[in-house]
């Protein structure tokens, strides 16, 4: 008789999530552990403190306070020099329009005349049917008209 074997595998990503758990709160239990030995040696120590001051701020502080009496002991007197540019550049222009507002202006006007020459066209045309006429006039019978 023949034996099959089959094995069956299942990923699970939730365990190495819960390792990495275990292994950060075993690191943060170290950590207080270490915390709480630091407090007991802090407790056991004894401070013993000690201040030495030197006193070289008092000779610049009395010096700056000399100065600040002195300057305020000073009078001043403020003085002003305005220029003004604009003025003169507006009564340049205010009189440039006055001279323009005085010229009187001639309009000229230049039209092309494109009718006279087609009414002289047609005019002379007239005149030779006129002539024409009158000519026929007088062979026919203008001596009747007496």
Do not use: Y
């Not at 069956?8 to 190495?16: A, E, K, L, N």
């Not at 120590?45 to 002195?70: G, H, I």
Request: net charge positive; proline share 1%; no cysteine.
């Amino acid at each position: 008789m023949k034996e099959f074997g089959v094995r069956f595998t299942v990923r699970d990503d939730m365990i190495s999530a819960l390792r990495r758990n275990v292994n950060q709160q075993r690191q943060f239990s170290r950590q207080v552990e270490q915390s709480r030995r630091a407090v007991q040696d802090l407790d056991r120590s004894r401070a013993n403190p000690e201040l030495s001051a030197e006193d070289n701020l008092s000779d610049s502080l009395e010096t700056v306070r000399e100065d600040l009496a002195r300057v305020d002991r000073t009078r001043s007197k403020a003085t002003l020099d305005a220029r003004d540019d604009a003025t003169s550049k507006a009564d340049k222009v205010k009189d440039k329009l006055k001279a323009i507002g005085s010229m009187i202006a001639k309009p000229v006007v230049a039209v092309k005349d494109m009718a006279s020459k087609m009414i002289g066209k047609i005019k002379s045309g007239l005149s030779t049917l006129a002539k024409g006429a009158t000519i026929a006039l007088g062979i026919s019978g203008g001596d009747n008209m007496k």
